[in-house]
């Protein structure tokens, strides 16, 4: 111990000494001597532009300073001259130059106005045609909705038609059975026609026949209608009228006692004629019904 501290107190008056002192030099620079220095510039800079200011009034103040500026001022004069004048030209032309920058652009603002005005009236026309348009094609697009809403219900009715074609067969079968019996009843029509036909009511038809041609005949109407006032004339025809009327007696004789038969006969005849019509129109349901076969589609319409 009698050793460190001699050392410990050698080295700190050494060093630590020394650092304090420098310590406090450099705070004692910042807080005085830099403020003090500043100072001292900030004076010998007022005085030196005062003499500046001094010297330079005295200068100007010497009519000998103003013959010497004004000596070297007229040296340059041409050349100032000169390029005053290129400035000026220079300005003329950039004068000119915008000037007519000016003019187009009134022309092109006139041409523009007018451009907008064009476009302005365009635009109101575009937009009432786009307005008719729109109703136009307002009123087509619900007429669209419209038909198409028809369609559909047309659609459901066809598949509800649809869904009756297999009754529409069953009706066609039954109604093909009903043609099978009433064609097997017009063939015994047929057959007890034709059996009726070599009966004797054919002969009496022809003497029912007979009797009216006799009466409605040309000459037998001529002698009645003949008039004359000879007796020889009256005999004549008397004779010839009563001849026709013998002749034709039995005939007539015949046809009165026969009546109901010959009325039979000449129903059966018209029978007959009826018969070969609706045979006829059977041929023709028949060939409809086939067709229906081949093509539902016309049977729905049939029924329809």
């Known amino acids: 111990m009698t050793i460190v501290y001699p050392a410990i107190a050698s080295l700190f008056y050494t060093f630590g000494l020394p650092w304090v002192q420098y310590k406090i030099d450099i705070k004692k620079f910042r807080l005085v001597d830099a403020k003090r220095i500043k100072e001292k510039h900030r004076a010998d800079r007022y005085v030196y532009l005062s003499q500046k200011r001094t010297s330079k009034a ?3 103040s010497n009519p000998e300073y103003w013959k010497e500026k004004l000596s070297r001022d007229l040296v340059t004069w041409d050349l100032d001259r000169s390029n005053l004048q290129s400035e000026l030209d220079l300005t003329r032309e950039t004068r000119d130059s915008l000037q007519q920058q000016v003019n187009s652009s009134n022309s092109i603002q006139t041409n523009l106005s007018k451009e907008i005005e064009r476009v302005r009236k365009q635009h109101h026309d575009d937009k009432q045609s786009f307005m008719q348009s729109e109703s136009s094609f307002s ?3 619900n007429e669209a909705y419209g038909t198409i809403d028809n ?3 047309e659609i459901s009715d ?3 038609k649809l869904s009756h074609t297999e009754l529409l067969k069953n009706q066609i079968n039954s109604m093909e059975d009903s043609i099978d019996k009433y064609r097997s009843l017009l063939e015994e029509t047929n057959e007890r ?3 009726s036909q070599n009966s004797v009511g054919n002969m009496l038809l022809v003497f029912d026949t007979l009797n009216d041609s006799f009466r409605s005949s040309e000459i037998y109407e001529q002698l009645r209608s003949v008039s004359s006032n000879t ?3 009256q005999a004549v025809i008397a004779s010839i009228r009563t001849f026709i009327e013998q002749s034709i ?3 007539r004789e015949i046809v009165e006692a026969e009546r109901e038969p010959i009325d039979k006969a000449k129903r059966k005849h018209e029978l007959a004629l009826e018969q070969q019509k609706t045979q006829q129109q059977l041929d023709t349901v028949q060939k ?3 067709d229906l076969d081949k093509d539902s589609n016309k049977a729905i319409n049939m029924w329809d």
């Open 58 to 60: 005295k200068a100007e």
């Open 139 to 141: 009123g087509q697009m």
């Open 151 to 153: 369609l559909q219900k």
């Open 158 to 160: 066809l598949k509800e």
């Open 193 to 195: 026609f034709i059996e």
């Open 231 to 233: 007796k020889v004339e």
């Open 249 to 251: 007696e039995p005939v």
């Open 288 to 290: 409809s019904l086939a």
